[in-house]
Structure formats: structure tokens, C-alpha cells
């Protein structure tokens, strides 16, 4: 792999309508958010650290339109994380996610 290349390939793919608002409306908060969406599949789509947070308080969320479900890919991977005592949480709008972050 050339050095000018990225480690990882990003997949191209819509993003749900909700995404946008869910991630700034986040950053706009104070947390750190880092937009993993179409990184790989199955990984979430958003890892945020709430303001004040220890560097180990990430959370892990999947966001979904109102109707959206996961895919097999993300099931897998969420199950995975999960063994290893990782959570993801399927966030729908602003308000889900700042319930998650502030827990």
C-alpha cells in the first residue's frame, strides 16, 4: 500500500437523514465525536467522548432513521464488541443519543 493511501478503505454509502444532526448536534454539546460511518462494515457509527469523560468513557453509537434496522454485519460485529464488554447503542435522534452520552 502506497503511503499517500489511508490504513483503511472507506465505504461509500448514503448516510441516514438523522446522522448529520445527531453527530453535530453532539459536537456542539462539548463531546468529541469522531464519524467512523462507512469506515468498515458493521462498525458504528459514531464513537463520542461526552465532555468530561475519562479517555476510556467512549460511547458507541449506530444511527438508524426511524425504521432502520441493523445489518447482518453490524449485528455480527456488535455482537462481538459485546463479548468483549463493548456496547453499541442504535440512537434515532438527538435526544436518544444525549440519553446515551450522559449515562
Known amino acids: 500500500m502506497s503511503r499517500s493511501r489511508s490504513w ?3 465505504k461509500a454509502g448514503k448516510r441516514d437523514k438523522n446522522h448529520a444532526p445527531i453527530r453535530d448536534g453532539l ?7 469522531a464519524d467512523l460511518a ?3 462494515d458493521g462498525v458504528a457509527d459514531l464513537a463520542v467522548l461526552p465532555p468530561g469523560a475519562p479517555s476510556g468513557g467512549w460511547k458507541w453509537l449506530e444511527v438508524k ?4 434496522t441493523l445489518t447482518d454485519a ?3 460485529l456488535h455482537a462481538q464488541w459485546a463479548a468483549k464488554g463493548v456496547t453499541v447503542h442504535v440512537v434515532r435522534s438527538l435526544d436518544e443519543a444525549l440519553a446515551v452520552v450522559r449515562t
Do not use: P, T, W
Not at 459536537?27 to 465525536?33: N, Q
Not at 432513521?65 to 432502520?68: L, N, Y
Open 8 to 10: 483503511f478503505r472507506a
Open 27 to 33: 459536537r456542539r454539546l462539548g463531546c468529541i465525536v
Open 38 to 40: 462507512g469506515a468498515a
Open 65 to 68: 432513521s426511524d425504521k432502520g
Open 74 to 76: 453490524q449485528r455480527l
